[in-house]
């Protein structure tokens, strides 16, 4: 099945569920560990981006408790108070926290006053808005450790969704994206490569190509020690992909491993999802079955 069936499942629903005022619950499993600056998780960004544009909705994606340690800001509740204020006067909007976890774990005795303060402060404020008849301001939140978010949070976010790992085409499509731009050969079989990396997420793909890109330096500095002049290194090849694959290991957990997602999957009582989930299904859309892996085509 892989990840394209599951994104237009997500879509669809939450381009209702923005009208009905719901929040939802996205687990990247196969996103697993990325900074924001990696091609995966930019094309992630990219599907919450194509939501925000086909609602006409502003798109606000923070995360609170990164940005008061970036900003050292002395009263942190203030910038969880700015973003539900920014996202009140430009509604209808959508709120997204990624890695939620950081910021909406469970609650500990040992949790900084701080951090305690800004996540009560910002249940408190979700409340308001889900209370409120005028308020068009819909929450979104990624996880891939949905078992560290905490039991009030989840109860907020009735839909959950996990996001699996990719299928062979859609590696291909993301081998083609991490090496875009690079200089590689014209003969690289990236379906044949794709067929060798079954179970690698986005993540693992782009650690092995990072690894594959080390052939062709090693090789420019073997011919510098031997006086061999060159400007740069050759291009990428299909070898040095095969290569790289020797010792490259796929993601041992994702997601829909970790304990407690099975209790993510509450099922909505509200007839209107229901009827969505029906119309849904006469696509061949369902709710991907989470702990089931997603079989290559």
């Known amino acids: 099945m892989g990840v394209s069936s599951e994104t237009r499942f997500l879509q669809e629903l939450v381009l209702y569920a923005a009208s009905a005022a719901l929040s939802c619950l996205v687990l990247f499993a196969g996103l697993r560990h990325l900074d924001p600056n990696r091609e995966a998780s930019k094309k992630a960004l990219e599907h919450k981006k194509e939501i925000a544009k086909r609602l006409g909705r502003p798109l606000i994606q923070t995360n609170p408790y990164e940005d008061v340690i970036a900003c050292d800001v002395?009263?942190?509740?203030?910038?969880?108070?700015?973003?539900?204020?920014?996202?009140?006067?430009?509604?209808?909007?959508?709120?997204f926290i990624d890695e939620v976890d950081s910021f909406l774990s469970q609650r500990r005795s040992s949790d900084h006053e701080a951090l305690s303060n800004m996540k009560t402060e910002f249940m408190a404020l979700w409340d308001g808005f889900t209370t409120d008849q005028n308020a068009r301001v819909m929450v979104l939140a990624a996880t891939n450790r949905p078992s560290e978010l905490d039991e009030a949070i989840l109860r907020r976010l009735p839909q959950a969704f996990e996001i699996g790992v990719p299928n062979k085409r859609e590696r291909a499509e993301i081998l083609n994206v991490?090496?875009?731009?690079?200089?590689?050969?014209?003969?690289?079989?990236?379906?044949?490569?794709?067929?060798?990396?079954e179970?690698?997420?986005g993540s693992d793909l782009l650690e092995l190509c990072k690894k594959a890109a080390y052939f062709p330096i090693r090789d420019l500095l073997d011919e510098e020690k031997i006086g061999k002049q060159s400007n740069s290194p050759r291009p990428l090849s299909q070898s040095d992909m095969e290569s790289a694959l020797i010792s490259s290991r796929k993601t041992k957990v994702v997601a829909s491993e970790y304990a407690g997602l099975g209790s993510l999957r509450t099922e909505s009582s509200d007839p209107r999802i229901q009827a969505v989930l029906s119309e849904l299904s006469k696509f061949g859309i369902s709710l991907p079955n989470v702990g089931s892996e997603d079989d290559d085509p």
């Open 74 to 95: 002395i009263n942190p509740d203030h910038i969880v108070a700015a973003v539900f204020s920014l996202a009140y006067k430009l509604q209808p909007s959508i709120i």
């Open 199 to 201: 179970g690698y997420t």
């Open 178 to 197: 991490i090496l875009k731009g690079e200089r590689v050969e014209d003969i690289i079989d990236y379906d044949h490569i794709a067929s060798l990396c």
